[in-house]
C-alpha cells in the first residue's frame, strides 16, 4: 500500500484516533466492507464505546437506524479524509499530470487536456490508491505513456483518471483501446 507509515502515525496521533478507530475509518472510506465484516468477526471488531467516540468527535456520521449498525451506513467525514489522503506516500497524481497532453486533438476537436488542477489530479489519484483500484505506479504511467505515444488519449485528464484508462488494454496497430474479454 501507498501509506507513509510516519504520517499515518501523526495522523491517528492528530486526531486522537486508536489503531481500532483507524482500521474502523479506513475500512469504511475505501468501502471494503467484506474486509470490514471479517476484522468484526475474526479479530474482536470494533467496541461501541470506538465508534461513538467518533460521530461525537465529527469524525463519522452514523446514518443507521435506531439499533442497526451497518458499515455501508457510516460516512466518514472530512475531518479524516484530508488528513488521510496527506498521508499517501505517492508523486503519481503529480506525475500524471505533468505526462498528460496539454492539449487533445481530435478528427474535428481540439480541447485542453489538462482540464483540472495538479492538486485535483493528485486527490483523485490518492482516492483510487486509497481504494485499490491502481496495482502499481508503473501501470498507470507505462500505460498513458503508451497512449500518448500511440495518439490514443482521446479525453480529458479528469475522465481518463475516473473512467481508469491505465486499465483498457491497447492494441498499437489499430490506434483504438479494447478491453480483454
Not at 492528530?14 to 475474526?42: A, G, M, P, S, W
Not at 508523486?91 to 488542477?117: A, C, H, M, R
Not at 505515444?149 to 481508469?164: C, F, N, R, V
Request: aromatic share 12%; hydrophobic share 35%.
Amino acid at each position: 500500500m501507498y501509506f507513509d507509515a510516519v504520517k499515518t502515525i501523526d495522523l491517528c496521533a492528530k486526531l486522537k484516533l486508536t489503531v481500532n478507530q483507524f482500521t474502523f475509518c479506513y475500512l469504511v472510506y475505501t468501502r471494503q466492507y467484506t474486509l470490514f465484516y471479517k476484522y468484526h468477526h475474526e479479530c474482536g471488531g470494533f467496541s461501541e464505546k470506538e465508534v461513538k467516540d467518533l460521530v461525537r468527535r465529527g469524525i463519522l456520521l452514523d446514518a443507521n437506524k435506531r439499533n442497526e449498525a451497518y458499515a455501508d451506513n457510516y460516512i466518514i467525514q472530512d475531518m479524516f479524509t484530508d488528513n488521510f489522503e496527506d498521508a499517501i506516500d505517492s508523486n503519481l497524481g503529480t506525475d500524471i499530470w505533468e505526462l498528460y497532453p496539454q492539449k487533445v486533438d481530435l478528427e474535428n476537436l481540439s480541447f485542453n487536456g489538462k482540464n483540472i488542477s495538479p492538486e485535483e489530479c493528485d486527490l483523485l489519484i490518492k482516492r483510487k490508491l486509497l481504494t485499490g483500484r491502481i496495482d502499481s505506479s508503473e501501470q498507470v504511467i507505462d500505460a498513458l505513456n503508451e497512449q500518448i505515444d500511440s495518439g490514443q488519449i482521446t479525453m480529458a485528464l479528469k475522465k481518463w483518471i475516473e473512467s481508469e484508462q491505465w486499465k483498457t488494454e491497447t492494441n498499437s496497430s489499430s490506434g483504438y483501446g479494447h478491453e480483454h474479454i
